[in-house]
């Protein structure tokens, strides 16, 4: 049992607002608590908080922001609210995707503005999905600098962290209250914290094995590109209590993580006119749906393997992100003056990559259909030097969780909401549907920073209201 009797609990401390989970979620959570007035306390299974976030590019879309307003593009959270409802086809939560479109653009102005975390837009391109330029990433665009932010602005505030803090039960009543928590240590011994309110921050099932066997069964081969801390234990806590969960067939795939390297390339290099090949040096798939419906097919390939095949027009947005400057670094990115001399270097058949190359220059003039119907139309044909990267498909994170309410309140299986328990990040139910093709590219530090927020801040008035 994982959930205790909370009559048998002898708490050594207590707190009004307890979060588990370290990482974007959990420090956005922390912040709006405290901001609200409460005492927080962050528990965080790892001796230095990193998880997911950290393993991200740390990319988060938003809508109607100030970098939005500086740079004259006009976008709205209806506007947003409607891509992430087409991605998914319609089968995510529209009450959420409402909420949380129109949480975005305040969240990442709050962050900036009052938490002194430091963005830009990213421009050049459109991430798949996406109707509007409006992803915002930290300078460096990796997720250890937005965690590093995070983290840092916590510790401005006087938070509470507390490493190596492994939660593996809970303490409620009846009613389904929770009372607190029992915390390991890594010396083997245990604490019981009491608290008023309880935010799950602890992300989703990814590295649970059997979970994403029982779940997605399509990835059950994939390399799996997230935190191992994932274990799913929100998703169980909740099933005790009678919590409700869906979508637990959605997820982040990614079709192109370098190998053997293990950073993700900028999606850029394909939606700028690249394409991918397997090794026999031919096209498989619509490279350009997203990133993360691409990773089956990847996966799908002899080895898991395949190559992205590019120019440096198409490399030259990939150039503003760490991760992709560090492949160059380690000598990822090969070339070639031609058809032949890039099939050499990456080791496929060079006739057919010959004709592949013919068979998008054509596509691209317009003088051919694509049989995976993708337009290369609307990009300018390859040219020399051609580059190339080595790339496998990989699992990133899950999507399916815990239903929650606007106030991100756990929602039991009849509707009813749990007295003092909230959920975000992909602790939570997210908004990319039942399957891989709903994930709208960012669509997890979405969920992680809105939702985190407004759980904080629910959590914070619950505690008060308790105390």
């Not at 637990?248 to 006119?273: D, R, S």
Request: aromatic fraction near 6%; charged fraction near 20%; proline fraction near 5%.
């Amino acid at each position: 049992m994982t959930i205790l009797p909370a009559k048998t609990a002898d708490f050594e401390f207590t707190v009004p607002v307890l979060i588990i989970g370290g990482g974007a979620c959990g420090l956005t959570a922390a912040l709006a608590a405290r901001e609200a007035g409460a005492e927080v306390l962050v528990l965080e299974r790892d001796q230095k908080p990193t998880g997911s976030t950290s393993l991200s590019t740390g990319l988060i879309p938003a809508a109607g922001t100030r970098l939005q307003r500086e740079k004259g593009i006009e976008d709205s959270a209806e506007i947003f609210a409607a891509d992430l409802k087409a991605k998914a086809r319609h089968r995510n939560d529209p009450v959420m995707a409402d909420r949380i479109a129109a949480a975005s653009g305040p969240t990442v102005d709050w962050l900036m503005e009052t938490h002194g975390l430091r963005f830009r837009l990213v421009e050049g391109f459109l991430y798949p999905g996406h109707s509007r330029v409006r992803m915002h990433g930290t300078p460096g665009r990796t997720g250890a600098e937005l965690q590093a932010g995070l983290l840092d602005a916590a510790r401005r505030q006087g938070i509470d962290i507390l490493g190596g803090a492994h939660v593996r039960e809970l303490f409620a009543d009846a009613s389904g209250r929770i009372h607190g928590v029992r915390i390991h240590r890594g010396d083997g011994t245990t604490e019981q914290a009491g608290c008023g309110a309880l935010v799950l921050a602890c992300n989703g099932f990814g590295g649970n094995p059997e979970m994403v066997k029982r779940n997605i069964p399509e990835m059950t081969e994939a390399p799996y590109h997230g935190h191992v801390g994932n274990q799913g234990e929100a998703v169980n806590w909740g099933l005790e209590l009678g919590a409700a969960v869906e979508d637990m067939g959605g997820y982040q795939g990614h079709g192109a993580v370098a190998h053997p390297q293990g950073l993700p390339v900028v999606w850029a290099v394909l939606t700028e006119g690249g394409f991918q090949v397997n090794g026999a040096g031919e096209r498989f798939s619509n490279e350009v749906r997203g990133y993360s419906e691409q990773a089956v097919d990847v996966v799908n390939q002899p080895g898991q393997i395949a190559w992205n095949i590019y120019d440096q027009r198409c490399q030259h947005p990939a150039l503003d992100f760490t991760e992709y400057r560090q492949l160059q670094d380690m000598g990822a990115v090969k070339s070639g003056d031609s058809a032949t001399g890039l099939a050499a270097a990456i080791g496929v058949p060079s006739d057919a990559l010959e004709r592949t190359l013919a068979q998008v220059h054509d596509m691209a003039l317009g003088r051919a259909e694509d049989p995976f119907s993708r337009d290369f139309t609307t990009k300018p044909p390859l040219g020399s030097p051609l580059l190339a990267i080595r790339v496998t498909g990989a699992l990133f994170h899950t999507q399916g969780g815990l239903v929650i309410d606007r106030h991100a309140r756990v929602l039991r299986k009849n509707g009813g909401a749990l007295p003092n328990l909230f959920a975000g990040g992909g602790a939570a139910r997210g908004l990319s549907g039942p399957s891989r093709w709903g994930y709208l590219s960012g669509n997890g530090l979405l969920t992680a920073l809105n939702l985190g927020r407004i759980a904080g801040r629910e959590a914070a008035r619950v505690a008060a209201r308790r105390s």
